[in-house]
Nanobody, 127 residues
Framework: QVQLVESGGGLVQAGGSLRLSCAAS????????MAWFRQTPGKEREFVAG????????SYADAVKGRFTISRIYTKDELHLNMNSLKPEDTAVYYC????????????????????WGQGTQVTVSS
């Protein structure tokens, strides 16, 4: 019944910005961490950014630190990812995910730490 729907992906030139959104429904998400992952053909799904259940802890992959910002709107069950200074290597399908551990301040970076996933939104950055 839980559904995560990503939006906001598209084609953008290098140096540009995009804002990804994830709309969650069918459950209660305020007690769970949420995160963004991305995947390209031939590679494993990799952690991009995560936020704890209360928003007090955020974590970012080294490749996106200083460029991406994760946030969540609890009253609307939404997750967002502001992506600035985009690079061609940011090209991937981006997935929204809900963490397994309720009430944990830890933001896990492995895919096993999450139990619900969206279908993804394509981000393409041209040079």
């Amino acid at each position: 019944q839980v559904q995560l729907v990503e939006s906001g992906g598209g084609l953008v030139q290098a140096g540009g910005s995009l804002r990804l959104s994830c709309a969650a429904s069918g459950g209660t998400f305020s007690t769970r961490a949420m995160a963004w992952f991305r995947q390209t053909p031939g590679k494993e799904r990799e952690f991009v950014a995560g936020i704890s259940f209360n928003g007090g802890r955020t974590s970012y992959a080294d490749a996106v630190k200083g460029r991406f910002t994760i946030s969540r709107i609890y009253t609307k069950d939404e997750l967002h990812l502001n992506m600035n200074s985009l690079k061609p290597e940011d090209t991937a399908v981006y997935y929204c995910a809900v963490g397994r551990d309720a009430g944990s301040l830890r933001v896990r970076i492995g895919v096993d730490g999450y139990d619900y996933w969206g279908q993804g939104t394509q981000v393409t950055v041209s040079s």
